[in-house]
C-alpha cells in the first residue's frame, strides 16, 4: 500500500516471490482496507513511511492489528536518516531497505513457487462493500504477459511509459511484466503518476528526453494531454495503448490529431489476468478492442441461454485459456485463501459481463457493460453512443449516461458531463448539442446534468451504479414532489438502486405508493421519526 517509488517495484515482487501479494489502493476508506486485509490473509504490510505519503502511513499504522510486520518504504532517492518509526505491541515495525542490506539481493531462501500457486490477489469490481479480490496464479501473470510481449512491434531497446497505479492490473502486467520479457526500460512516473497535476505542464518533454516509445494509460489521461501543448520533439513515440474503460471516438480523433500519434485499443479485466485483446498501431480498426491474444479463446454468448451466437450478433463476451482467473477469495482455512468463481465461470470460460460482437475478422466490437444497457420502451440504447456525442463538444472533458426510470417507457437516458476550467456552457446547451449530434432519436438525452467530477468505484473505474443512483433520486422526488414534506434519497443495496423514501406522518400513504407503482424502482417506505 503505497504511491510510486523505487523500492515498490521489486518489492511488489519479491512479495510474489515469497508469498501472495495483495495490493491495495492506499485511497480507500480504512473500513475497506481493513476488510480487503482480512480477506486476503495478509501477515506483513508493505507501506509508504512518513516522507512518501504521511497519509497512507497514518493508515498504515491503525491497520496494523493482526499483522506480523510493516516493512516502511522511503522515497525515491531518500537521503540522511529517516524518520524514527513507532513501536508497536506484537508487530515488528521496520524500513525495508535497512533489513534487506544484510541480503544477498541474487538469492531467495524460500521454495520458489510453481506455476499454479497463487501469485497475487487484485481488487476488482466493488460498486458497494470492499471491492472482491480476484486471485491471479503465476501461470496466469506470466502467460498473459509473455502474450502482450511477443506481438509488441518494440525492439528489445524501446522505453515504456509506466504511470497508472500498481494495485491495477494493467501497471503489473502491460508496463512491468510484459517489458521485462523484452528486457526493455519502464519510465516510471511520480508517486501520484497520471494524477500529478505537474506531470501534463512537462509531459511531453519526458517523452522527448527519455525516448518514450509507448505508453499505457485511461481514456481521461489522453483527453488531457490531447490539450496539453506538444512542446518537444515526440516522434519516438510510436503509440499510446488505452484499456480500462471504452475509449470514446472524440477523445481518439482529438488526441490524434493534435499529436499524431496512434491509439492503439486494448481489451482485459482483472478476472482474466489482464489483456486478452489488443489492437495493432500500424493497422488500426477504430471502434473495436482489436484480436484476441494468443492462445485464448473468445466466443459471445446469449445472455439468457448462454448459447453461442453466430459471428456478427451481440450477446456477452466469454474468454478462455491460460489467463483466466483462479476465482475469487471467499474465505480462508490452513492451506490458505479458499476460491469460488461466484458465477463468472463456467466449463472454464468466463462471463465478462461485457456485450460484444466478434466480426468475420475476429476483432472485438464492444457495445456496453450488459447491466449498463439502457432500455427504453424495450429498446436497448448503447450508452457509448451518447458519451461520444457529449465529448465532441468542445468544452466537456469527461462523460456518463444512464438509464432514468420513467413511468412510460421504463427509463430514459441522461447524460452526466464535467467540464474543461473556466467552461461557461449550459446544461440547456449541452442538451440541445446532444439532440444535434446523438445519431439514434431514441437515445437522445432527456436531461443533462453538470458535475465536478464523475463518480467512480473504488478502484478507479467509472461508477455507472452512483450515476443511476443519482437520476433515480432525482425522477421519484419529481414524481412525488405533489406530496409535501415527503423526501427521497436513492442508496446502493447488494448492486441495485433502492429509493428510500421518508414520509410525514400525515402524507397519503396510498397515493405515495400508487405512484411509485409506475416505476419499476425497488422503493423502501419510512416514516418521520420512525426507525
Not at 480487503?36 to 493508515?59: H, K, M
Not at 522505453?159 to 500498481?166: E, H, I, N, R, Y
Not at 476465482?327 to 458465477?343: F, K
Amino acid at each position: 500500500m503505497a504511491p510510486h517509488c523505487a523500492d515498490l517495484i521489486p518489492a511488489t515482487l519479491a512479495a510474489q516471490l515469497a508469498g501472495i501479494a495483495a495490493p491495495l489502493n492506499g485511497g480507500l476508506s480504512r473500513a475497506h482496507l481493513g476488510e480487503l486485509l482480512r480477506r486476503s490473509g495478509a501477515r506483513v504490510l508493505i507501506t509508504a513511511g512518513p516522507e512518501l505519503a504521511p497519509e497512507v502511513w497514518d493508515t498504515a499504522r491503525e491497520l496494523a492489528a493482526g499483522l506480523d510486520a510493516i516493512l516502511v518504504l522511503r522515497p525515491t532517492g531518500a537521503a540522511g536518516e529517516p524518520a524514527a518509526l513507532p513501536v508497536l505491541d506484537g508487530v515488528r515495525v521496520a524500513y525495508l531497505a535497512e533489513l534487506a542490506a544484510g541480503h544477498d539481493p541474487a538469492g531467495f531462501a524460500g521454495e520458489p513457487p510453481a506455476a499454479a500457486d497463487l501469485a497475487a490477489l487484485f481488487p476488482t469490481g466493488g460498486t458497494t462493500g470492499a471491492p472482491k479480490l480476484a486471485a491471479h496464479t503465476h501461470a496466469n501473470e506470466v502467460a498473459d504477459a509473455w502474450m502482450i510481449a511477443v506481438g509488441s512491434p518494440l525492439d528489445d531497446g524501446s522505453v515504456v511509459f509506466a504511470a497508472l497505479p500498481l494495485f491495477h492490473v494493467n501497471a503489473l502486467v502491460v508496463t512491468l511484466l510484459a517489458p521485462l520479457f523484452k528486457g526493455q526500460q519502464a519510465v516510471w512516473a511520480g508517486p501520484l503518476g497520471y494524477r500529478e497535476p505537474a506531470l501534463y505542464g512537462q509531459f511531453w518533454k519526458i517523452v522527448e528526453h527519455h525516448r518514450i516509445a509507448a505508453m499505457s494509460a485511461v481514456p481521461t489521461v489522453y483527453a488531457v494531454l490531447a490539450r496539453c501543448p506538444v512542446d518537444a520533439d515526440i516522434a519516438g513515440l510510436r503509440y499510446a495503448m488505452i484499456g480500462a474503460s471504452p475509449l470514446p471516438a472524440a477523445v481518439r480523433a482529438e488526441f490524434e490529431a493534435h499529436t499524431g500519434v496512434t491509439l492503439v485499443e486494448g481489451y482485459g479485466l482483472t478476472e482474466a489476468t489482464c489483456a486478452s485483446a489488443r489492437g495493432f498501431p500500424g493497422a488500426p480498426r477504430p471502434g473495436t478492442v482489436g484480436q484476441r491474444l494468443p492462445y485464448q479463446r473468445m466466443k459471445v454468448v446469449h445472455p439468457e441461454t448462454g448459447e453461442e451466437l453466430p459471428c456478427g450478433q451481440t450477446g456477452v463476451l466469454a474468454i478462455s485459456g491460460p489467463a483466466v482467473f483462479a476465482g475469487y477469495v471467499v474465505g480462508r482455512d490452513e492451506n490458505g485463501p479458499l476460491l469460488d468463481g461466484l458465477g463468472k465461470l463456467r466449463d472454464g470460460w468466463l462471463d465478462t459481463g461485457d456485450l460484444a460482437r466478434l466480426d468475420a475478422d475476429g476483432f472485438v466490437h464492444l457495445a456496453g457493460r450488459a447491466k449498463d444497457l439502457i432500455i427504453r420502451g424495450g429498446h436497448n440504447i448503447d450508452p457509448a453512443m451518447i458519451e461520444d456525442a457529449l465529448l465532441s463538444h468542445p468544452d466537456v472533458t469527461a462523460a456518463g449516461a444512464v438509464g432514468r426510470p420513467d413511468e412510460h417507457a421504463g427509463e430514459v437516458p441522461v447524460g452526466y458531463v464535467t467540464l474543461a476550467p473556466g467552461a461557461t456552457v449550459t446544461e440547456d446547451a449541452l442538451l440541445a448539442w446532444a439532440a444535434d449530434h446523438v445519431p439514434e432519436r431514441a437515445a437522445v438525452p432527456k436531461a443533462v446534468t453538470v458535475l465536478d467530477t464523475l463518480p467512480s468505484t473504488d478502484i478507479g473505474k467509472p461508477s455507472k451504479l452512483t450515476l443511476r443512483a443519482d437520476a433515480t433520486r432525482r425522477a421519484i422526488a419529481e414524481a412525488l414532489a405533489p406530496f409535501d414534506g415527503v423526501t427521497v434519497d436513492a442508496v446502493i443495496e447488494d448492486g441495485t438502486v433502492v429509493a428510500a423514501v421518508t414520509l410525514p406522518s400525515e402524507v397519503d400513504e396510498p397515493g405515495v405508493r400508487a405512484t411509485l407503482g409506475r416505476y419499476t424502482v425497488p422503493a423502501r417506505l419510512t416514516f418521520r421519526g420512525n426507525s
